[in-house]
């Protein structure tokens, strides 16, 4: 992973900001906006930016993995490579090339929640983009040999991101095993039987279903005047008709669960790792603001709890980390060791079941709550030093917090936060019966063991 470099003088504002370690973090300046919602139903929201000539344009869909039927996943995900691949009026992969053209960049993402497509171009281009938006909007062409070309890279693209790496499907069997109905149960990506079972009528409904005015959100933040913008966004996204049936939520909900599940399995991997899982709540939710915390101090990076004791202090693993999962709807805290020569899968699930218990009988240190403040207000103002970090901070409040002031309103939560909050969310989520042990066994030690549970 490449280091960022500040230049100084970002560097000074910075640390004007965050304040000493022992100090609270100094609010940043506050985000202006625009939102109102079109005729056909597409929500907008407009932040001006004149610090220089840019725009940048995101287009939010509310649809994720989590909105793929059993037996259909990897949907949205095929949608990321889809929408590149023409429309009424522009060719295959002509939409990426237009806006090169122009000196602007595109790209694309998918979440388990969400569908992403953004532009960044020179201000007087933004017609050009709103233009080609609509146009793919409301016109995508989908072809059979399109379909199957893009299916195939998507397949492709699975197998050497996943089936092919080392401890690639780890996060898969992870929420796999956690979930019993929810659609976090499957990967974004989907299934490599599904991709092959999938027909060009399966991907037509998806799109006519989720790719529609009343399940986006557009932001538009940079250089532009707000009146001028308004009549733009109508001339252009305004006109796309709106769908001929409504957006469904009928995503099933998790049941509570009400005993510890211990489960043993095998994969094709050189030593074995162990999970300790707990369902939690959902981003957004008062008690996710001192979880973030609390996945902080347990687990991120070499100088959390579970790496300095399984790994420097017990020596029992040869990695350690996890973290809380907050996103739209309850997820989970999970954390992971690798399991070193020489040591039994039981000594490192006894010791991070033990940090967990740890983080419930006792506060974190005054140290480590100011430590994880200040990374969190480092992120924060970090996050927002670019139009598209703007965006994404406006979008993700509107879609899945439903409630834009959040995008400034976090700070202060998190600044607001006191150890003993961190502390009776431990007891809340990390009890016993609402745990999951996953032992995962290299193949040949399973084998020998003769059984998967």
Known sequence: ?????LPAAAATVLVAWIGPSAGAAVRPPKLQYDLFTLSNGLTVVLSEDHSTPIVHLQITYHVGSKNEKAGRTGFAHLFEHMMFKGSKNVATEEHTSIIASVGGQSNAYTTDDETVFWETVPAHHLPLVLWLEADRMATLKIEKNTFVNEREVVKEERRMRVDNQPYGR?????YDQAFTIHPYKHPTIGSLQDLEAASVDDVLDFYQTFYVPENATAVLVGDFDPAQVKQLVNQYLGRVPKAAKPVPRDIPKEPAQ????RVTLSAAWPLPAVVVAHHITYDGNADSYPLHIASKVLSDGQSSRIYQKLVYELQLAVAAFGGANLIE???LFYAVAIVQPGHTPEDAVNALIAELDRLKAEPITEHELQRTKNQFARDYILGRETNQQKAQQLAHAVVIHHDITTADGEFDIFQNI?????QRVARTYFTPENRLVLTILPSDRAAAGG???
């Open 258 to 261: 009400t005993k510890e599940r």
């Open 418 to 422: 006191v150890a003993v909050d961190v």
């Open 451 to 453: 059984g998967r549970r």
């Open 329 to 331: 709807d309850p997820n």
């Open 1 to 5: 992973m490449r280091r960022r470099l």
């Open 170 to 174: 780890l996060n898969e069997i992870i």
